[in-house]
């Protein structure tokens, strides 16, 4: 006899019912405003009854094929491919330096701003490690450190007459990217936050289903 709706964990249900509306969405049974439409109710409703009713009348289920491709697409880019180069050091005085993209996290990162800005952006970067440790010196500085949701980052560094946030959240699974941050931010900032909200990826994940769909047919 099955779960009854009701006691089965609602996250689970909510990713299922997300699940099939993206499947179903890159398929093109329903509109782009109706996939949007249904994808803010599910994420907001508390009701289990109300996040399956979004579903009920899309036949489509998500396959292997779907899970395959979103596990690609939400879960940590890890390399076992080590540079022999295990660390990097990033300096900026008077100046402005970026590191984005899909580039190759070592397991030490330090930084120096002084009077410039830094930039990491970990949204596309493969891991090569685990546990990640950032070296921050920021001195009449800016930094900022941006983050995809499946990694946690702690944040351990002090400041002086400075502004520190760290808005990105830490409770992605054990086997998740584990970033430390620890220095001092002295007369400047540091700021940590989410480049891509977990809406806007669903969205980017969608369309690009959607795009590959419409090329095979």
Not at 35 to 56: G, K, T, W, Y
Not at 72 to 85: A, K, L
Not at 123 to 134: G, M, S
Request: aromatic content about 6%; glycine content about 4%; proline content about 3%.
């Amino acid at each position: 006899m099955p779960v009854i709706l009701e006691d089965r964990p609602i996250e689970q249900v909510r990713e299922e019912t997300i699940d099939q509306l993206i499947h179903n969405y890159s398929h093109g049974v329903i509109s782009s405003e109706a996939f949007e439409r249904r994808l803010d109710q599910a994420m907001n409703s508390d009701s289990h009854q109300e996040i399956v009713d979004l579903v009920a009348d899309l036949s489509l289920k998500a396959d292997s094929n779907y899970t395959d491709k979103k596990e690609h697409q939400f879960t940590p880019s890890y390399s076992t491919n080590n540079n022999d180069d295990d660390a990097l050091n990033l300096k900026s005085i008077l100046g402005n330096i970026e590191r984005s993209g899909q580039w190759y996290v070592p397991k030490n990162i330090t930084i120096n701003s002084i009077l410039g800005e830094t930039t990491l952006d970990f949204t596309d970067a493969v891991f090569q490690h685990q546990n990640i440790t950032i070296k921050l010196n920021c001195i009449l500085g800016s930094s900022k450190i941006y983050v995809p949701e499946n990694v946690n980052v702690v944040c351990k560094t002090y400041g002086i007459i400075s502004s520190i946030e760290n808005k990105a959240p830490s409770m992605a699974n054990r086997q998740a990217p584990v970033i430390t941050i620890e220095g001092k931010v002295v007369l400047g900032s540091l700021n940590v936050a989410i480049k891509r909200t977990i809406k806007e990826k669903f969205i980017a994940f969608a369309n690009n289903l959607k795009s590959a769909f419409d090329i095979e047919k």
